[in-house]
Each structure stands twice: as structure tokens, then as C-alpha cells.
């Protein structure tokens, strides 16, 4: 009976007959749980920044419920604790910003200098040694850098040049300088990796022009290499902004609207530390502030980054 | 010798690639046509100097680093710093006990947590993802992005969501553990892609072959031999771990705590770069010889680590 209805089913399927399935003979649910599991690992990432946004949003917008919004970006004087209280972000803005800047005018042509020695100079011997060693100082944590600059650079150069720290031991100009020393395995590593990523038969035929090793390297290297380069110096940048210790330690505390490298600074990330480590009532304006400080950083670094990645892209299209 | 053009459009990166080429060869052209040899080979004497002293810097600065806490912190070595918790009575025979035994306890639980997260979320970005479609692009981008963001944004993180908010777990060593987690998470999940990157195609398609499931592949084929360059950047994610100081700021790492921590106990826990921190922005001289001190035992522990890392892929790098 059993033999026969399955000769029938056959039979039945005949000329007609769906050719076979190459699927899988059984359906692994397995394979499917395993799938799900580690496609949840990675979409942790995504609630992870959705978590980020969404801890610095809500206090943001309980801290623009009291603080004008034009008051908060424009105003020019920076005093929460105090009463009356002022929540102008210009002065720990231009701090952020000076340190910044004051660390990628020494990082920019040390770093780019070690790139171009890197790439076009360097035996292959010299730069198995070199490069490994300068990521050694990218791994240096910045507390040590912050207390370098402390203990050492500062009373250096304020012997060397007094008007660079006008309130020892704190300065905008030397946390810069610290902050420089960081930034520099930065740009040179990646921009480094950009430069030998041009193809070989752009210096060849420069050389075969006739033209003299340090031509090919500062006219057609670096300009073929640009995209990779910028990125790594808008990388550094967006370090810069966001380093906390180093400033913690030596560009002081004081909220100072200038650009004076040997003035005392506050950085946006020296506030939120600073003012995060003591005891504070969740919902209180203060507690507010450390998130509205918070998204400002997120905002500026993320926009950053996100023009380092699409530049980094580029220039992997053009040439691998 | 042609180089490879890879992406989607081989005509842009061609005509881009002969643009940078012409406009090389008609600077370098002119300048030849233009110039004195002689003074070309000044030229290109001061430029290579210029470029040695930029390396010269970058290195010394290095050694300045280690040599300058060295010699500062000369005075505290001795079993004090590692057997002793702090004391502002006597200073001198203070030292890091409490501190040792946090980021030891710390570092555990990150890679209890990073590890799996992390390789599992590798495994599926770069196994399992379908890049076309567009939400593992953005997973991509986000994973990206997220290791860019400033390393006190995860400080509020931790702290609006792990210590308040959704999880309440206070100021505990468990929380500042699952900070740091998600803190250098994005870098696990870098180094592990591409580690499985680099295991051929013709080893998955040889044992998918042989008749294995797709996760039979992963984890008989994929993985073991993608081990030594996940375990070379879990270490380096490590050693970035132990010396972030700022996140745990903000995540309740406190400074004098001078009994062991436990992670899930609610009085108090520190760690290394907090304490070396603490010490360093006290005025007397006494605290910042300690604070020196520890610096030297941290630069000690992540020198090692580095070493062994790059020994380790050095060690087993297969040559397919």
C-alpha cells in the first residue's frame, strides 16, 4: 500500500517535474541562531550610538529649557556653578580650539616631515625600526603625556620663554605642545600608508623627467597622496578636540576667551571631567550642563570624522 | 606597469591617475627647465635635513617621555609602590595597591565582554553581511565612526546609561568595566575583520566543499587561523584600556580608596591612570615623584604588551 502510493507520487511528478533543490536538506535552525546571535553582537554598535545620542540629547534639551540656545552658543562668559550663573561656551569653545590648534602647529609638519622621511627617504631597515617606535608613542596614555607636560615642559619653557606661561605651571600653548606630541604618530602613520599607496610608476616617470628626489616627493607624492593626507591631519584634529587629560593637567582652569597660547585655558573636555568627577543630583542644571557641553563635542568630532572617513575612501578607490 | 583599479569606476580613477601624472611631469618639467643643479642638490640637502630633524623630534620626545618620569620617579621605586595603598600622611611609602588590583579586576572584565562581542561582530561583518544591502553599510560606517568619538563621550555614556539611567547600576567597578568595553569595542571589531580578511577564499571554499556548514567553516577553518591577528588587536585594545583615565572620571573610579575593589561592591574602586592622575594634580612634590613612579609601572606593563603583540605578528603572519 505504502510502496505503491509513493511509485504513484512519481509517477505522478512525471516530464513536469521541478528540478532539484540545491538548498540545504534540512533548514539548520542552527546555523540560523548562530547567524541572529552574531548579527546582534554587531548591531550592539548601533545601539551603542543610539544610546550615546540618545544620554546626551535628553538632559540637552532639559538644559535648553532653561539656557537660551543663542545664550548658550553666543554668549561670551562661561560660569555655571556660579550665581548668577552664565552659560556662554564661547570661552571653553576657543579653549578647546586653541590647544587644538596650538597642538597641530607643532604636530602638522613634525608629523608630515616623518611621513614624507617615512615613505620616500627611509631604508627599508630604518623604517622596520622607526615606524613601530613611533606607535609606541601613540599608545603612550595621555595621562602620562599630560603629567610630561606638567612636570617638565612647562617649567622648561617658561624659562626658556616666559610670556608662553603667564600662570605657571598652566598654559594653553604647552598643553598644545603635549597635545602635539600625541598628534604626531597619528599623521604620520596614516599619512604614511597614503603616500606608499601611490603607484611606483608616478615617481619613475618623474624621474625619468629628470626631476630630483625631494621634487618628486613634495610635487608629485604629496599631492597625489593628498586625500589620505588631509584625513589624517582632520583625524589628529578631531584627537585633539577631544583629548582630556593632558588639558585637565596643564592648561589650568579658567575659562579665559583668548587665543594667548601662554594663558590659562578650560576645554570643553577638561568641564565635563572636571565637573563630572564631583557629587552631582541627577536633573540639577550643572548635571545638564556636562550633556549639553557633551553634544557640542559629539557634534564637532563626529562631523569630523566623518569627513576623515569619506576622504580615507577616496583614496583607497583611485588607487589599490 | 599598470596599477589595479578597484571599485566601480575604472575610467574616473584612470583619467584621475593621468591628470596627477601630467601635472607631475609638467611641474617637475618646468622646474628642470628653470633651476641650476647645483642649487637643486642644496635644495634637496635642506629638505632632507629638515625632514630627519621633524623623525629626530617625534623620537626624542619619546625618550623625553620615559626618561624625564624615570628619573622623577627614581625615589618611590621599591615594593611600597606595589604593596602599599595611598596615604596623604606619608607619602613616601604611599603607593598604588588598590590601584593595581581595579585595573586588574577592570581589564578582566572588558575582555570577558569585548572578546566575544567583538569577534562575533567581525565574524558577521565579514562572513555573513551582504553589503548591499544598506544596513550593514551602515553598521559599518557606525563601527567607523564610533572609534573616533572622544573617549569622555563614552565617560557620559557610562555614566547617563550604565551607572543612572536604564541599567542603575551605581558607581560600581562593574560599570566602569562595561564602559571601557564599548570604548575600545569599535577597535576590536577593526582588527578582527581584518584578520578574518585575510584568510583566503580558497580555504572557506575548499571546506564548504568537502560538504561543511557555512559556521562549521567559521569556526573549523576562519577563525583558527584568524587567532593571531584577533589576539594582536584584542592586546592593543587592551593596552589602550589601561591607560584611559577620563571615562572612569566620570564613571565613579574614585580617588583615595585603599582597600581591594570587588565588581559588583558599591564603596568605591580605582584605578591605575586615576591614581597616577590624583597624585599628579596635587601641589607637593612628594605626590608627583609617585605619580612618576606609577607612570614608569604603567609604560612598563603596556611596553610589554605592545612587544608581545608585534612579536606575536611577527610570530604566526601566514603566508597563504
Redesign the interface.
Known sequence: MEARDTIGAFGRGGADRPPPSLE?SSP?Y??KL??G???S??????I??T??VI??L??TADFFGEVGFTDFLFGTEWAPTFTPAAFGVLPILVGTISTSLWGMLFAV??????A???SE?ASPKARKV?K??????A??????????G???LSPVIEGVFPFMVNVPPFSAGVAGLAIG?ML??II?SISDDAMRAV????RE??YG????????????VF??AISGIIASLV?AG??A?????VV??VAGASPNLTFDPGSSVLTM?AF??QT??GDIS?GSITYDT??AV?AL??VL??I???F??RLVRKYR???? | MRPQSAGNSPEISGSERSRLATAGARAVTLAQLSSQPRGDRFKGGIFLALLLFAVAIALLGLVAIIVQAAVKGAPAFGMDLITNGPSTLNPEQSGFRPALLGTLYLILGVILLVVPLGVSAAVYLEEYADRTRWWNRMIELNVQNLAGVPSIIYGILGLAFIVRGPLDLGFILAAGSMTLALLVLPTVILAAREAIRAVPPSIREGSLALGATKWQTIRRQVLPAAIPGVVTGVILAISRAIGETAPLLLVGAASFVTFAPTFFGDNGYTALPVMIFNYAARPQDEFRVLAAAGVIMMLIVLLAMNSFAIWLRNRYEQQW
Do not use: D
Request: net charge neutral.
Open positions: 540545504a539548520r542552527g546555523e548562530i547567524k546571535f552574531l548579527a553582537c554587531a548591531i550592539l554598535s548601533v551603542t550610538t544610546a550615546i544620554s546626551l535628553l538632559p609638519p613634525m608629523g608630515l616631515g616623518s614624507i622621511w617615512l627617504y622607526v613601530p617606535v613611533l606607535e609606541v608613542l599608545g603612550i596614555p595621555t595621562v602620562a603625556i599630560g603629567i610630561f606638567l612636570v617638565f606630541l604626531v604618530p604620520a603607484p611606483g610608476g608616478l616617470a618623474a623627467l629628470g626631476s630630483t628626489k625631494m621634487k618628486v616627493a613634495t610635487r608629485v599631492p597625489a583625524l578631531s584627537r578636540v577631544g583629548e582630556t587629560m585637565l593637567l573636555t565635563i571631567a563630572a568627577t541627577t556636562i550633556f557633551g563635542l559629539f568630532t563626529l569630523m570624522n566623518i576623515a572617513i578607490e583611485v588607487y589599490e
